[in-house]
């Protein structure tokens, strides 16, 4: 009895929090032996001032692959590395590793910047999508940027914590989209708390947004599922998911 209030002994402590940091290390080890253990083994600690060797070019890239930057971006990034290599000419592995670094944050705030500059386009009032039978768009317009996205339906997941006003918040944003003269398509993918699809039927009505949903315990990827085969049929601009949380 009153065991617990025993001061534990010095060793005792120790072996436990050895004991602990060996759990850490170990829940740890799959990431190191993952994408940054690989890049770490190449470029830190002793290899930092190896001298880089041909054959990392084609390792990096699989890496870069490997950690789901997809094909687009690993070639923009590995084009960016071989061109800064060659015009600044350095010759070691740290020199690389602070390249691929800033590489990296380029290529993030590029995408975002782009993302940004598309959806400006598309909330202007009176854009109109390119046609997919018009002329492409001149190059390096707004035109030229969205068109991809031309005929693509804007989906917004929303998801958050329990009761915190997700559902009230999709009727606004539905509203807020049809000012802007978008179609709103509203989808019931809550589909396990009671009465969460009557709500969000209700919201329909009221903002005059039709609601794709099935029932109560339903699968809420099927619902995900039509709804995007609806948007996509329907033309719709823009279509909202509804979440359990
Ligand atoms: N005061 C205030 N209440 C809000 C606001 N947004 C939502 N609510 C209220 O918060 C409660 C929960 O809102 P919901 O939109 O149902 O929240 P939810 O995240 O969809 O909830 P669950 O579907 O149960 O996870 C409702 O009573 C809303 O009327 C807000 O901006 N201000
Ligand atoms: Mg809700």
New binding site residues.
């Given amino acids: 009895m009153f065991n617990f209030l025993r001061r534990k002994k010095p060793e005792e402590q120790a072996a436990e929090e050895a004991a602990q940091q060996e759990k850490v290390e170990q829940s740890l080890s799959r990431t190191r032996q993952g994408i940054f253990g690989q890049l770490a083994s190449m470029f830190k600690g002793e290899e930092a001032g190896e001298p880089i060797d041909p054959e990392m070019w084609d390792d990096l890239e699989a890496l870069l692959l490997q950690a789901d930057l997809g094909p687009t971006t690993a070639d923009e990034v590995m084009y960016v590395l071989r061109t800064r290599y060659e015009q600044q000419g350095f010759k070691y592995r740290h020199q690389l590793y602070d390249a691929l670094k800033d590489a990296l944050v380029e290529a993030l705030a590029e995408g975002y910047e782009k993302k940004a500059q598309r959806f400006e386009a598309w909330m202007q009032p009176g854009y109109v999508p390119p046609d997919e039978n018009d002329e492409p768009a001149e190059p390096n317009t707004p035109a030229a940027s969205f068109s991809p996205y031309a005929r693509a339906v804007h989906v917004i997941l929303v998801v958050?914590?329990?009761?915190?006003?997700?559902?009230?918040?999709i009727a606004k944003l539905a509203r807020y989209y049809q000012s802007m003269g978008r179609s709103v398509i509203l989808a019931a993918a809550?589909t396990f708390?009671a009465a969460?699809i009557e709500?969000l039927q209700i919201w329909g009505e009221r903002v005059g947004a039709p609601v794709v949903a099935s029932y109560q315990g339903g699968d809420p990827g099927a619902v995900v599922y039509d709804a995007c085969q609806r948007a996509i049929t329907e033309r719709a601009d823009v279509l909202i998911i509804?979440t359990?949380?």
Avoid: E, Y
């Fill in positions: 958050g914590v329990n009761g915190t006003g997700k559902t009230t918040t809550d708390r969460a709500q509804d359990a949380g």
